[in-house]
């Protein structure tokens, strides 16, 4: 986790205080089930839940207190965490806690609170998500008119609308909500199931009440661990989203190239940027998110790799978990912010966009002149001959000349087509009579 | 590709055969809904498919001849494969052929044709899970109480069910299928949408036509290209799958290890192990596995890589997808055939599996004295290290000693709880009693 | 393999006859070293080589024929690839060949040989390296003072020249070539040390013959198989290798942008950029050298995850081999042969770039008036102040206004510097100064 | 970062503390040198070190206190730290401190910082290994001679020494040591080039005194950016290291399996296995190198993908760096102190590894026996077919039948062999004579 990139409402889900408040939780849950089942006595579970509530009641910020120096310095000696964690709650309830864990192993706590965290940073992950369909949205409908040259290769092909650009983004992160919801479910199950998941010594009505309580499912079948699949599927649902990222923060840092300048992130008035060239305004802030997108799809391959367990479990996940558990979601939640705001204030220039339009002689319409040349008859190769040998030379001219102009003064293009239906060909709103159609698909409504 | 890890039926899918059969299906229904616009002749429509059914009732395999040479020649000159086709179909069909292609650009032909292709592929590896997910079934049904040892660390915990075991796979692969399923329904879209996506020259009815003709739902949102994210999130998901196989791979590559040896791939009678060594069986279908494994989840890096294109598109995408197209689908067809060749054909050693069950001296059972201990008043504290110093003793034996017989002789321990019911901790069933209950999760019946 | 990605001489290492021919190799070298030793008859390694030259003598191409097909025959009844290549040469050569491969394992053969095609492999990719470097070298003397606008974050910083952006990749490459020296010693070694690898069976004079026949190194200390690391730092230099070349390929797709357009591939008469668009031409080899660049990065994982082979060795490198092994390599050479031609044939636009470079009315000289404002005894604050209010207006003018005159109209900058002074802060050649120093790092020579 | 996988001396490199102390040093160098060209005055260099000298003195670790809340407060409104930094290091010095940072850029700095930082990590690292190879000698010298049964594909096949196996790992991590000092002197460069590299506002002496004084060689060609290939061989290096480190940790795992229990990781006595089993001990800290081995590969990648930068430089790989900087580093050196900890103290069971080697019925020595057989006259194939058909007795009976007394007792194999020649085929003794030679290969003396 690097504290510059990391928002406080996720990195609050990973800290110790709020790994153990889950993992009480857990036992506190699993107690009162046994309980039920005459198993451990109800004054047990009781005995826990009132320490929890007291001791609630007795804070600042209502969260029970947990002493994570203590349990650490347990476990310098038992080199377990559950077990310390155990023995740092018995000291505190007392000899009622005897009861506590009763038939349950490690992993039960473990991976169920995994999965308590794992939900809990998906849903800020989906309410990131939400922010920042709305942002592009919002500027998808104040530019759904706003021409713009579409670019494919990096060279002008014809015109679109920016409008148009955020459509997609929307379109490709709503699929990204979508995508992590089930993630999600995939990840949100709860396994009290014993040492090697037989239920030997826990019945599966603990199981079932745990995970109501912590709102998981139940996992149909664990090994002692819950298996890692999901939780591979889960990282590689972050993975796509980075990359979603990266495509849209690739598309402002190209439209903020000095040669291009549609478009340009915020400056905010104290901001330098450069030490040495006062002039400076640069993409930062989408260049640093395609870094975050690089980190947070090299997590994906850990994650893939901790699926293949040995046996019924071996820890080798833990580590890796450690790491990308808080590192993926805190990262990614940072970087949807950090383009959601990129979005809400992206300085936005048409003026640009239709000079740059304009700037090629009218190249950008010849594809209309050779579909009209083929509609008279002319074949195809002929068409394509006709239309480039004028095309080339608008190229050659760096935009002087006009493609129009050109094509007016060529007696074989003439010959098939009147002038004033080339002239016709030239015409801008031709090209956007669609976007309503494709709106209406993206937005459910054509805005 | 490579050759010895490939089947037909997928390999089929990615001839160059079958993708110009793709590329003409597509552009000719392209031409069908371009004359029910009026916008090309009915009369070109229609000599288009003439010519293919005509090709086709003319070859011996009911499919219409491509001569790839000849269109491989055009691209050496047009170095543009779309072109090349088009060329060649111009020349096989004649000038009624010069409406071809009207108003749509290459990659309505290419994108759509890869949608085609993928969603084929993931129809074979649906298929393969079902075969996949079958054997599994009937294996552990037919193990479902054949006792074995569950081990975590590699180390002796419980005692599980071979059926156990297996059940956890089919769960594992029964998600895969669900989100191959997803993948798939990801992946299978049509755009037909012009040069950047807006439809200038091409009304989306065409788009709508193709995509109800090609099995594909429309793409919302096309920018020349449908969108990256999609193949991202299929190849993923590819590597997810690739992922369980090399978990079950492991498992069954752990259980044929000489000092195991629970169970064995299917050896044949003509096989040779080594070279060397005659009396060698090795698992080497599984652990070729593990290595075909490792390849899928490499494709995914580089298809999470290919989201980013720039602007509305760049063609870096197009490279990565003949690599990993072909060969994450072909690899992982073979792995999943494979795999159910291992299963359905697994040699199970049911007395192996009873004999390591009872070569700790009953270590194993140590847990429920535990919680018979710490249910009898003792604290857990107390409870362990009466259980431990007995167990250690067992552990250091290498099983030569008995933890029962310990035990009884333990008078620390018999003052909490009485032999007889020391003894009753004993019981293997005692283990079992919940595998009902998992079955009926995992196969909706407890078998 | 995808073929359009290929070259003969790389694919021509990586054939099943160019396999089996290097096995024959080692294992005549190695009966020979064992008739030396008095382990088997001079006669059976003298039938060995009398077959393998006659054939030879007796083949249009002077390459001993292989019959891949009935190889593969046997193997089909072994399940084993060296067992069915020895049986198929012993009916090949006859009785004597029962010496063959004498207390040698399967791996000996084929790790060796997979050496020994890396080596050669890595030979002419070092080859390909070098016309590579010869190719950058010749453009960057020819451009070594020709003006450009260098860029940070995609805005204009300051001048550099066309001659250094070749520079660097000069020296990076340069770099390349060093590290993949160094990973063809890493692979280039030789292992014939039997079944565990401790020469129980076979001489270590065996596998020093060998070794200096096929132009190899001894593995110290090897067990059944050559370890896994080699091939890994092999494949992760590749990896680097490849992402120098995205590197490149990126520059000139970023000089090609329309709006940009400093540099193009070279685009051949008959070539079509797009079949809607007439007027395209499109950095298609360098958006094609991008891609490249993902598979072969793709490819260092998996020979990571080779490295951790069980106990004395299991087979699950194997697959990974048989597809990265040739995929990487033929990649990477038909990658470094594309990139060669595009600098060789890159068309070079001066003009155009010199028109860049003036269109941000001299905001490119402004930190020299920076500096020169501090040295005058200016606050470093005021001093950035005083030159980025002047540059806003111009950044803001879109280039129409002058940075020169309105620092020469600014009250507060000419009380610090002289007008004089301030004009002589524009000179480009200034930049320049050390173009000399920086081409003798890097060519020897300044030119 | 992960505090529980990290160690102090690592971590403190990569403190903010740590970071600013490295850039003062290099700003201050580079002042002495600016004031030996003349450019700035003497005295302000000597400001800059009267300065920190006098803070050193203060302060009571010797260390120049660096306030970092301050410098944060700065970049909150500057939004660019060096900047920051340097209006902090004014405030303390005073005016002199106008002269900081003349003609460098902010890449000046931070490079050249991240490449003393990168030297500083490697040389840990370095004694890292050193560390480890000394431990591993260790143990390979006491064990150079204790039989164990060599494995391929899990499965038993000819005896090799303990200290065999362990003299592989010390080649390999010879390899390793190797690698990183190559990968170290990689990316030990200063650049101080200013904007985009041409010197110009700076003299090129000034790097090579900052070089000189920080340890460092001089950046041939630089682009205010030294170029990132460096860093991603530094980091795939990494990976390569990682993943050896998996492999040793992999074979302890296997050594440790309940069946096998050839070596233990030590446990120490108040160290619980499991909460649930207490008989239990796991080899936790080698599974939990195999998850630092996934993380260290997982940053391979990103800094595979940093390499690409635009132009003459963009920010995305700072990002990243930011991350794996100190996660690649700080998680390396505490697997490889962990490894050494592990080899060092590992508990190995000579008599079970007797045990198991044994337990095949004389399997093991199936190969000298069909040797023989052939050296006897008989064919391979019928060789191969005399021991297979005794040795798969012995392989079904599960070691309970004897290899030797099989041949013994089959009259086709004593008519080709008596029975005393036989019975000289399964002399142990006769694996290890070659144990010197390897031994003396790798560590350079037999022991």
């Known amino acids: 986790m690097v504290p510059r990139y990391a928002r406080a409402a996720m990195t609050d889900l990973w800290t110790p205080e709020a790994r153990f408040r889950v993992w009480f939780e857990i036992e506190a849950h699993a107690t009162d089930a046994l309980a039920d089942l005459g198993v451990v006595p109800r004054e047990a579970a009781q005995a826990l839940w009132d320490w929890w509530n007291a001791a609630r009641a007795a804070s600042a910020d209502g969260q029970a207190p947990i002493d994570v120096a203590a349990i650490d310095a347990i476990e310098a000696v038992t080199k377990h965490d559950v077990i310390a964690f155990l023995t740092w709650v018995s000291e505190q309830v007392g000899p009622q806690a005897r009861y506590l864990h009763q038939g349950m192993t490690s992993s039960d706590v473990l991976d169920t609170c995994l999965a308590v965290q794992l939900a809990r940073a998906a849903d800020l992950l989906i309410a990131d998500l939400d922010a920042l369909l709305e942002a592009i949205k919002t500027r998808a409908l104040e530019h759904k008119l706003t021409p713009t040259i579409g670019r494919s290769h990096g060279i002008h092909a014809e015109p679109v609308t920016f409008g148009l650009k955020l459509a997609q983004a929307y379109a490709e992160f709503a699929r990204n909500r979508e995508r992590l919801v089930a993630a999600r479910a995939d990840i949100a199950t709860c396994a009290i199931s014993g040492a090697v998941g037989t239920f030997a010594n826990i019945d599966p009505a603990v199981e079932a009440h745990v995970a109501a309580k912590m709102g998981l ?6 090994t002692q661990v819950i298996p890692r699949d999901r939780h591979a599927m889960f990282f590689a649902t972050l993975g796509v989203i980075a990359s979603s990222i990266e495509r849209l923060a690739t598309e402002v840092r190209h439209l903020q190239r000095t040669e291009v300048l549609e478009a340009e992130e915020y400056f905010s008035p104290g901001q330098k940027g450069s030490s040495a060239m006062p002039h400076k305004r640069n993409p930062v802030l989408t260049e640093n998110l395609t870094g975050l997108a690089r980190m947070v799809r090299g997590y994906v391959t850990p994650a893939l790799e901790n699926v293949a367990l040995w046996h019924e479990r ?22 949807l912010a950090r383009l959601t705001g990129v979005i809400e204030k992206l300085v936005v220039y048409p003026v640009r966009m239709q000079k740059n339009l304009d700037r090629m002689g009218g190249l950008v319409h010849s594809q209309r002149v050779l579909l009209a040349l083929t509609q008279a ?3 195809r190769e002929d068409s394509y001959r006709l239309v480039q040998r004028n095309a080339m030379k608008v190229w050659e001219s760096d935009g002087e000349l006009s493609l129009l102009e050109l094509l007016k003064a060529d007696p074989e293009v003439t010959a098939a087509l009147p002038v004033e239906e080339i002239e016709a060909k030239f015409d801008l709103g031709y090209h956007f009579k669609h976007v309503d159609t494709i709106f209406a698909r993206v937005f459910g409504t054509a805005g």
Chains 1, 2, 3, 4 share one sequence.
């Open 377 to 379: 008859g002319v074949s």
């Open 314 to 335: 071996d820890i080798s996940h833990s580590s890796v978990e450690r790491y990308i558990g808080p590192d993926a979601t805190i990262t990614l939640d940072f970087a």
């Open 217 to 222: 499912s139940v996992e149909p079948v664990s």
